[in-house]
Each structure stands twice: as structure tokens, then as C-alpha cells.
């Protein structure tokens, strides 16, 4: 189906070690985003990505690392996860630089635990 | 820098009965655009409506409505006659016009936990 897919939906992980959150979206949408949901703080942004091979920080990039080596993925690794990395994280295209000139889509989500 | 506040963590009313959502927004640009979203258990993001700072027209969707008022930096939102599936956490969120301005991410408040009694 057309939209955009995060896998896995829920990760359970233990501090230190890698996790990787996968974002797969099926419109060819340029820009990719990725987000990361806090209770008292709404929603915030990681990194960003302009095109393959375009990224760039968001608010909160620490102890993330991104690639887009193709348009329609945008993988989010924690190198080496920490509780406070313990967060729901979303994922989110649109196909124009402006959000005026379109909708932003957002994924459904991964809830991701760091013990 | 751009701010998103949603003052009221958590609101919860009798269903049938009105309830508004306030947001209270700062930024320095002259064009921006304003936002809802709802988030409902299942967890996922739903846009509800996005707004111009040009257009200062309320707007009005079925039992969903919406005042923006640049005078007061205020962009909130009224349920009339909630229901039972209003239950959600609704987001107010706020965005540049153009990319120099911010317009790569969204800014969102800290939500507000909507709870409709039957």
C-alpha cells in the first residue's frame, strides 16, 4: 500500500547498544523527516532530508545518525542508545520544500524502549 | 526562534458539551503557517487543518472550529458538541513560509489531552 511505513513499531533495547528505525515511504516525496514525541514537549525534530544524500540536523540531533542513500528511505540509527532516548519516533515526507505548497504525511510511529 | 504553547495539559469534559483548545504561538516572520493535529490512542498523527497568517478568517469544519487572532498570537480550537471520539491528544504546531525560516520542520506545543465522558 502507498504511504509511509516505520518498522520496527516497537523495539525493546539495552543502553549502549546500536538501533536502527527504518522509514520507507512509497510517493517518491523529496523531503523525509524524522521526529521524536516527548510527553511535555510535543514533538521535535531530529534530522532532515532534502533529497538522497541531503541531510542536515534538526533540534535535537545528538546521538543520532542518519543516511538516505535512496529517496523513498530514511533509516535513523542510535549509535549508542541511552534511557533518554526512550521515545516514540516519527517519520514524515512531502513532496514540496514548502509546506505551503503540500501536505506533510507523517508514519505511524515507533515506540522505542531503552532499558 | 519559534514557540508553541498549549497551556492546558490536559482537559476533560462531559461529552455533548463544547470545549476549546487554546495556542499561543511566537514568531518573528510575517508569513507563517499554523496547524492542528490530533493524535488519538492508536497513536497516530492526523492533520486537521493548516492556516495561512494571511487568512484570519475562522474557519468552521462540522463540529470543528477555528480562531486566529494575530492581535493575541492565538490559533485555537473549538469542538462543539464533543463525542466520545474526540479522545485524543491534539497538537498545535507552527512552521516558517519558506526554508530560510524554518519551513523544514514543524514546531509543535506540548499537546493537550482531550478525555470526552460518556
Known amino acids: 500500500d502507498a504511504g509511509i511505513t516505520q518498522s520496527p513499531r516497537y523495539k525493546i533495547t539495552e543502553t549502549g547498544r546500536q538501533v536502527t528505525l527504518m522509514c520507507h515511504q512509497t510517493w517518491s516525496h523529496s523531503y523525509m523527516f524524522w521526529y521524536r514525541q516527548d510527553l511535555g514537549h510535543g514533538l521535535r525534530l531530529i534530522y532532515y532530508?532534502?533529497?538522497?544524500?541531503?541531510?542536515d540536523k534538526g533540534e535535537v540531533p545528538d546521538g543520532y545518525v542518519v543516511s538516505r542513500s535512496k529517496t523513498e528511505n530514511f533509516p535513523l540509527t542510535l549509535e549508542s542508545a541511552t534511557r533518554s532516548q526512550t521515545s516514540v519516533y516519527f517519520c514524515?515526507?512531502?513532496?514540496?520544500?514548502?509546506?505551503?505548497?503540500?501536505?506533510?504525511?507523517f508514519g505511524p510511529g515507533t515506540r522505542l524502549t531503552v532499558l | 526562534a519559534q514557540k508553541v504553547t498549549q497551556a492546558q495539559t490536559e482537559i476533560s469534559v462531559v461529552e455533548k458539551e463544547d470545549v476549546t483548545l487554546d495556542c499561543v504561538y511566537e514568531?518573528?516572520?510575517?508569513?507563517?503557517?499554523l496547524f492542528w493535529y490530533k493524535q488519538p490512542p492508536s497513536g497516530e498523527l492526523v492533520f486537521l487543518i493548516r492556516r495561512n497568517s494571511f487568512d484570519e478568517q475562522n474557519e468552521i469544519s462540522g463540529r470543528y472550529s477555528w480562531n486566529f487572532q494575530k492581535s493575541t498570537s492565538s490559533f485555537n480550537f473549538t469542538i462543539t458538541a464533543s463525542q466520545v471520539v474526540d479522545s485524543a491528544v491534539y497538537f498545535c504546531a507552527l512552521s516558517g513560509a519558506r526554508w530560510d525560516q524554518g519551513a523544514q520542520k514543524l514546531v509543535f506545543g506540548q499537546g493537550t489531552r482531550l478525555t470526552i465522558n460518556p
Open positions: 514568531t518573528r516572520d510575517t508569513t507563517y503557517y
Open positions: 532530508s532534502a533529497a538522497a544524500d541531503i541531510t
Open positions: 514524515a515526507s512531502r513532496v514540496k520544500r514548502e509546506i505551503a505548497l503540500g501536505e506533510q504525511f
